[in-house]
């Protein structure tokens, strides 16, 4: 039951939205096992003057920058999972924002499953009423 998300600098593209969302549900999926049907993505475009890399805006930089978080119930994916998926995260954002700045990241936050859930119910709960 992932929660994905995703702020790109720049103007809001309801397009590119959507490929963000797909490619993050799919990879989601793949590379870290996850339910596509449990996935959630919410994509937020943020103005170039308002994001800032080494206290300038992105105002005029030849390239866009991301931030992606996806919150994942902790001990549930290996480190070399979440290697290989914050590698594949930043290959897929460079292709779909015609390149990536270097200052863009992603963050894989591990949450208890006893702090975390849906519908009411926290993943504790569910894995120990299965």
Same mark, same amino acid.
């Given at each position: 039951m992932p929660y994905l998300h995703i702020? #790109?600098?720049?103007?809001q593209d309801d397009t590119l939205?959507? @490929?963000v969302a /797909?490619?993050?549900?799919a990879l989601t999926s793949k590379l870290l096992g996850k339910n596509r049907e &449990?996935? $959630?993505?919410v994509v937020d475009f943020i103005a170039p003057s308002r994001?800032? #890399?080494?206290g300038r805006p992105l105002v005029g930089a030849p390239k866009r920058s991301y931030h992606w978080m996806v919150s994942i119930? +902790? /001990?549930?994916?290996?480190? @070399? /999972?979440? $290697? +290989?998926?914050?590698? $594949?995260? &930043?290959?897929?954002m460079d292709e779909l924002l015609g390149g990536a700045a270097e200052h863009s990241y992603a963050h894989v936050a591990d949450l208890r499953g006893s702090a975390y859930?849906?519908?009411g119910r926290t993943q504790e709960h569910r894995y120990q009423h299965g």
């Open positions: 702020q #790109i600098s720049g103007p939205a959507q @490929r /797909e490619t993050g549900t &449990h996935t $959630a993505v994001w800032f #890399i080494a119930t +902790d /001990e549930t994916n290996t480190k @070399r /999972e979440k $290697a +290989d998926y914050l590698a $594949a995260v &930043h290959q897929a859930g849906f519908a």
